[in-house]
């Protein structure tokens, strides 16, 4: 009898730790999923810049691909990052420059992260949500509530 429920009880915790071990991964991959569901490439609200929101490590980005304004008058030339507030950065090209930095999947918003406006060439504290098919960039200084929202679209 002793030895029956010894067996048991080792036949439980074999099979407890089977269960854990299986469902590891699978709650790890359901994270992940949730927070990379905002990569790809997004159309901003003025449909005048394309975005690709990329993912390195734990933290997202997102870099300027496109701009119906990027190109010089002779349209040859990309446009340089004039207005940034850092003079080292201002001999940059545009195309291909970082905007969205840093950000954190936290709670079902995309948080603690940067927004780098090159038309004003100021950075914003900066927070995302995905709301139905568009994207919320919410960017502020000091805290949301005086932000300022736009709604990026995804470009299939």
């Known amino acids: 009898m ?32 949730k927070g990379d569901q905002i990569l790809g490439q997004w159309l901003n609200e003025e449909k005048d810049e394309k975005i690709e929101l990329y ?10 691909i496109w701009s119906a304004k990027l190109m010089s008058s002779d349209g040859e030339i990309s446009k340089k990052d004039n207005n940034n507030a850092d003079p080292k950065l201002r001999s940059r090209e545009l195309i291909d420059a970082t905007i969205l930095n840093n950000f954190a999947f936290l709670n079902g918003i995309w948080d603690q992260g940067t927004f780098y406006d090159s038309k004003s060439g100021k950075t914003y504290s900066c927070i995302i949500r995905k709301k139905s098919k568009k994207l919320e960039i919410r960017s502020f200084v000091g805290i949301p509530l005086f932000g300022k929202s736009t709604y990026w679209e995804r470009l299939e």
Not at 6 to 27: E, G, N, T
Not at 56 to 64: A, I, P, S, V
């Open 2 to 33: 002793l030895i029956e429920r010894q067996f048991s009880y080792y036949l439980m915790q074999k099979l407890f730790l089977s269960i854990i071990l299986f469902l590891s991964p699978l709650i790890i991959f359901a994270q992940d999923t």
């Open 55 to 64: 993912k390195t490590g734990d933290r997202y980005f997102g870099k300027l």
